[in-house]
């Protein structure tokens, strides 16, 4: 099965970077859609950013203008660079790999890297 393992998380002060990695591996087949899903204490899970395989981006309107999706499909990696952090980017960040069709589909989920933005 497809496996994602994250790295890149840590603690950072307000206005700070990071650059969150998530490496897919396990599949010959492209990946449709990669994103960033975040989820802080007594929060539901939310979309962060989405990049498509054609390189078309969404992001979560607290996050536009800071964060940066980007994928490296040749290596199956999804990135998030994360400018001007601030404590309430504070959350369990994972990364999502989706193929959706009739030939080797999967819906995979990583175990989550913390990221903890102090003031």
């Known amino acids: 099965q497809v496996q994602l393992v994250e790295s890149g998380g840590g603690l950072v002060q307000a206005g700070g970077s990071l650059r969150l990695s998530c490496a897919a591996s396990?599949?010959?087949?492209?990946?449709?859609?990669m994103a960033w899903y975040r989820q802080a204490p007594g929060k539901q899970r939310e979309l962060v950013a989405a990049i498509t395989s054609g390189d078309n981006t969404n992001y979560a309107d607290s996050v536009k203008g800071r964060f940066t999706i980007s994928r490296d499909n040749a290596q199956n990696t999804v990135y998030l660079q994360m400018n001007s952090l601030k404590p309430e980017d504070t959350a369990v960040y994972y990364c999502?790999?989706?193929?959706?069709?009739?030939?080797?589909?999967?819906?995979?989920w990583g175990q989550g890297t913390l990221v903890t933005v102090s003031s």
């Open positions: 999502n790999a989706h193929r959706f069709g009739p030939v080797g589909p999967f819906n995979a």
């Open positions: 396990g599949t010959i087949f492209s990946i449709n859609l």
